[in-house]
């Protein structure tokens, strides 16, 4: 059993298995979205994440790194709070269905209080909570200090806090100006432009999920899969020299998996074509920038045939292809990940005289 | 709201005005002054650029990581060359571990690795490791030269100054 779970977690298999039990999640959003579901889920994930802890191995590489201990909260409550919202959204699809008004919008729930003292008190309290909270926590969990900071050595695994570590296992993809600059930085701008490209009033101070699938499907696509797995593998599942190791493996540093990257270039000229690399950096990398096109040329008139008829009109011009811009460049990731499984690809276009490698 | 008024003409006015700005332009410089002073370190960590390394007779062939924890730096011994070689991963500036039993240097980062004599095979790094300038003194012995370094991607490391011939 432990043996079949550390294979299965290797993040080709993983990932795989995230993204479709994300595809049956909005297809059986019906049944996700009730509290029956809700309560088998928690229950499930309390039993298995227990069994995780009577293992030994599990237990020393987890306590290895006291920021573990959060991310086991926060993975409740990213699942809690995911199921709540379509928890809720689904109810009021429901009611919104049989002719009613959301629950928001009930008469009762229309009425409006101060924000002094209601929520000011409240937001007190809050405060309060947190900092004795945190005041305990710091007290129980000893701060992870190391060394001093040496610039010839590094700790191995070397590690990000633990919210960056979805950024660091981008980067075992990508050239440190994608995933460390590019990518990072569309992120936060993305976010900041949400609520300027989407200006669909649904929605708005009630919850729902059928009125604005697209929207919830593409938003939780990137949190849950992309961001936040990709956490759990960072956290997880990798040990010395950044190496994948199941949650039952013990972390043995001569662990070697044989990996010999190779770039598009490479197998365009030297396995397809039996010669040798051409001196000239464009036809060198001519296949890379083919696909690298194409993948802009074709990609968004197949996905205007979708989804533009519905969404291009809504939207208008500009707003629409920010949107499928953001899109396409979040799909990068997925795309290169799986290139790196199959083909042990390295680089699309890759040109280290210019810095320049995708 | 009180009822009692300041009684102030024009000019006290403004010279409460002026104390107030003077105070308030001393406070923020003060403070600035202090950002400024945050930016530059208290202690300074600057090895020598250039280090004697002893005789090439004195190595083996092979990867050698004796002033690794030192100057950051590898030496790499092979049939007909001598080599220096930068201990930073050229992916984001990690440093890498050399694995003996591997044969293999591997980055705790984000995995990228690289054969003994520093060209990247698997993982993310784009390029080999960087070589530093490597030259004999009248006694014989190695000068390694961190200040110029060797990129194979450019072509680098068959210029003169990138090995030592042994
Ligand atoms: S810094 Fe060495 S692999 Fe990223």
């Known amino acids: 059993m432990k043996n079949i779970i550390d294979m299965i977690m290797a993040p080709e298999y993983s990932f795989t298995a995230v993204v479709v039990l994300f595809i049956l999640m909005i297809k059986y959003v019906d049944k996700i979205a009730t509290k029956k579901f809700g309560y088998s889920l928690l229950l499930g994930m309390t039993v298995f994440i227990g069994w995780l802890f009577t293992d030994n ?11 573990n201990v959060p991310i086991i909260f926060l993975v409740f409550l990213v699942v809690w709070s995911c199921w709540f919202s379509l928890y809720k959204g689904i109810q009021n699809d429901n009611r919104i269905a049989a002719g009613g008004v959301p629950l928001e919008a009930e008469p009762e729930n229309r009425e409006k209080v101060w924000s002094w003292p209601n929520l000011v008190y409240t937001e007190l309290f809050a405060i309060i909570a947190c900092t004795i909270f945190l005041i305990v926590w710091a007290i129980v969990f000893k701060s992870p200090l190391e060394e001093p900071a040496n610039p010839t050595w590094a700790p191995n695994p070397a590690k990000a806090p633990w919210y960056f570590l979805g950024l660091q296992e981008m980067l075992v993809y990508f050239d440190p100006w994608l995933a460390g600059v590019l990518l990072p930085g569309l992120i936060i701008v ?25 929207a919830i499907t593409t938003f939780l696509f990137g949190w849950l899969v992309l961001w936040v797995f990709l956490i759990i593998i960072g956290t997880f599942l990798r040990g010395p020299n950044w190496v994948y190791y199941g ?7 001569h662990k070697v998996l044989a990996a010999n990257n190779v770039n598009i270039s490479e197998y365009f000229w030297i396995k397809l074509l039996n010669q040798g690399l051409p001196k000239n950096i464009l036809v060198r990398e001519i296949a890379g920038i083919i696909m690298t096109v194409g993948y802009f040329v074709v990609g968004i008139p197949l996905f205007n045939k979708f989804f533009g008829n519905k969404y291009l009109k809504r939207m208008g ?32 276009i890759f040109m280290p005289e210019f810095e320049f490698n995708i | 709201m009180s ?36 930016l530059y370190p208290n202690v300074v960590f600057e090895p020598p650029m250039d280090f004697i390394a002893g005789r090439p007779d004195e ?35 990690c440093v890498p571990t050399w694995l003996p039993a591997e044969n293999k240097f591997k980055c705790p980062c984000h995995g990228s690795g690289y054969y003994p004599n520093g060209i990247n095979f698997e993982g993310p790094a784009p390029r080999p490791l960087e070589r530093f300038k490597v030259s004999l003194n009248s006694e014989g012995k190695v000068i390694v030269d961190k200040s110029k370094i060797y990129r194979y991607e450019k072509g680098e490391w068959n210029y003169p100054g990138a090995f030592i011939s042994v």
Not at chain 2, 59 to 81: A, P
């Open chain 2, 59 to 93: 190595y083996e062939l092979g990867v050698d990581e004796r002033w690794k924890n030192v100057y950051g730096v590898w030496i790499f011994k092979e049939e007909g060359r001598f080599v220096a070689m930068s201990n930073i991963c050229t992916h984001l500036g």
């Open chain 1, 317 to 348: 011009m500009i707003r629409y292809y920010l949107m499928v811009m953001l899109i396409f460049m979040t799909l990068t990731l997925p795309i290169k990940m799986y290139l790196r499984w199959s083909i042990n690809l390295k680089y699309i």
């Open chain 2, 3 to 38: 009822e009692t008024r300041l009684n102030l003409n024009r000019r006290e006015f403004f010279s409460y005005l002026a104390v107030g700005w003077i105070t308030f332009g001393a406070a923020v410089a003060g403070m600035a002054s202090l950002v400024f002073r945050f």
């Open chain 1, 57 to 67: 191995v599990f237990r020393l590489n987890f306590f290895a790194t006291n920021d």
């Open chain 1, 190 to 214: 993305g976010l900041v432009a949400i609520p300027y490209m989407d200006v669909n009033p649904k929605g708005n101070g009630y919850y729902t999920f059928r009125e604005r699938k697209f």
């Open chain 1, 247 to 253: 949650p039952f493996e013990v972390w043995d540093a």
